[in-house]
């Protein structure tokens, strides 16, 4: 009596299909399966955040290249996302 029959999971997946539809039916799948790679990534940290401090500590300084280097990028990374946000102002909206 603990587990579903055949029968029983196709009733329940005429459901679902009746619910959501055959074409949003796929896209929720996916969302739920990142929904749980996530949850199981989150949750194997938990275990890690312990042995964190004593990682941080091991770590090596990072160098004045890289900081210039990763400065650079972030310099790059603001100029992008106001070209992305003005050419989306200037995008007519779709409707």
């Keep these: 009596m603990g587990s579903l029959s055949p029968v ?3 009733i329940v997946f005429v ?3 009746l619910l959501f539809g055959a074409k949003r039916l796929p896209d ?3 969302a739920v399966g990142q929904s749980l790679r996530i949850l199981k ?20 300084p990072v160098s004045a290249d890289a900081e210039e280097r990763l400065r650079a990028l972030e310099e790059e990374n603001a100029r ?4 992305a946000d003005t050419a989306r102002r200037d995008e007519p909206e779709a409707r």
């Design 41 to 60: 990534r989150e949750t194997g940290k938990l275990g890690d955040e312990d042995d964190a401090p004593a990682t941080r500590a091991r770590t090596a």
């Design 80 to 83: 992008l996302r106001a070209a």
């Design 8 to 10: 029983h999971w196709m």
């Design 28 to 30: 929720t799948a996916k």
């Design 15 to 17: 459901v679902l299909v």
